[in-house]
């Protein structure tokens, strides 16, 4: 599986607006063109930051879903209310899962939330094992072939998800990023 890990920053107080755009407009619309809507949340430490995983099962598989979403109807008359709502969209990492995501059925459960865990470097590196991920993912090397959508270059990355902080320590040259965040209410990835 490839996914997307998608962190936008938000105009000051639009969050909530995104978020009910799209969790109204942009999961279904999505999934109909193969691609999966894992997850979507709030970054609970920086109030004007969204976070989403999107998930496909292949490279091609990802262009053709990018290029009918982007070039269709729904991101036709919602993109330009979604893109007003942003100052950056292009912190993303294109990764491949380790250990895939689960789901769960959306609309039935509210609240919890949980902590993601980027570790970066400019070389390949491992990490002790986390406790129960939820799901890890490692950088996907592949050429990104939907430019329109730039993704991070040149590092490599691990990430996870767990219930519970991460506990491992960084090796010597990794920098580490944390995240808590907070399921919207239409996120398949809970915590």
Do not use: C
Request: zero cysteines; a negative charge; hydrophobic letters at 40%.
């Amino acid at each position: 599986m490839i996914v997307e890990l998608r962190r936008y920053t938000l105009r000051p107080g639009r969050r909530d607006e995104l978020i009910e755009l799209f969790d109204r407009e942009f999961v279904e619309s999505q999934e109909a063109l193969g691609m999966t809507v894992l997850g979507q949340f709030r970054d609970l430490d920086q109030p004007d930051r969204f976070v989403w995983l999107r998930g496909f099962p292949d490279m091609d598989v990802r262009r053709k879903g990018l290029e009918d979403f982007y070039g269709g109807p729904v991101w036709k008359e919602h993109g330009p209310a979604a893109n007003a709502t942003m100052i950056d969209s292009d912190d993303v990492f294109l990764l491949r899962a380790l250990v895939p995501p689960p789901q769960s059925p959306r609309d039935t459960i509210k609240g919890n939330f949980l902590y993601a865990t980027i570790w970066l470097s400019n070389h390949p590196f491992t990490i002790g094992e986390a406790s129960e991920p939820l799901a890890s993912f490692e950088t996907e090397h592949a050429v990104n072939d939907f430019p329109a959508l730039p993704v991070r270059e040149g590092e490599h990355a691990i990430v996870r998800f767990t219930r519970e902080p991460e506990t491992a320590i960084a090796p010597d040259g990794v920098r580490v990023e944390r995240m808590r965040l907070a399921p919207t209410d239409r996120s398949a990835l809970r915590g």
